[in-house]
């Protein structure tokens, strides 16, 4: 079992009778931010609950950087930094806030927090009670970094930034990264996250139906512009679109073309079966 990753097998979990998630499986690795996509109610913020120990597998097993989160061991606790949508901030200025929170934290930087809250134009003496709300997600986004936790879980991060602040967030998170660092991004606002977020993992009906990395996608999957409306049996996905369709289709002919987030998600959903075979055939 390793213990610089995240192995969930065969995981059940349901609020009420009915499972939300049955048999569930997952592998991650250090070095990599993943995108967690999924229609709402599949289990996203679930998922990353379980995963920090907020809440517990009724069956099946979940081991975090070689832990059981369930059991919420001091030696997990302090590596794993979960940022909620929904988040409570203190009536404390953000100098005390680190003072009384970073020393959970034994690899947390002081000197990266600072520069990041210079990054985000954020006064450090400032109550966060004063704050707005995007001020505040972007303190807490500052502070998550600068934790250096080997996992570090977000829900949702863009929800209230303006976008320059989007933009300074995706440049923090791409330095962020190492490479046994574990971030995992929930989001239904795909597009903040372009040329960011690999492997994608989409999550469905209390499973994974998609964990690929970009270069596979761009690798066996085509898009284009055409005029009019597409038909037949090689077509994975059609949109209307300004000036015809976009399609997507399997990649016959090894030409590279960029397929953006959201379009991935939806011939992911529309088509999960030839999807799901596409993945599993070799080239």
Known sequence: MT???IEIKSLSFGYTKERLFSNLDLSLHGGNIYGLLGKNGAGKTTLLKLISGLRFPESGECRVLGLQPQHRPAALLEDIYFLPEE????PISGELYRQIYAPFYPRFSVEAFQEYLKEFDLPPRKKLSEMSYGQKKKFLLAFALATRCRLVLLDEPTNGLDIPSKSQFRKLLARAGAEDRIILISTHQVRD????????????????IFQ????????????EIEAEQPSGDGVLYAEKALGGYVVVRKNT??????LDLETLFNTVIAS????????????
């Open 87 to 90: 988040f409570y901030t203190p």
């Open 212 to 223: 690929q990395p970009m270069h596979e996608v761009i690798r066996r999957l085509q898009v």
């Open 193 to 208: 996250m372009e040329n960011l977020i690999d492997p994608v993992i989409i999550l469905d009906e209390g499973r994974i």
């Open 3 to 5: 213990k610089t990753g």
């Open 272 to 283: 999960r079966d030839r999807i799901d075979e596409l993945f599993v055939e070799e080239v």
């Open 253 to 258: 002919g090894g030409e590279e073309t960029q």
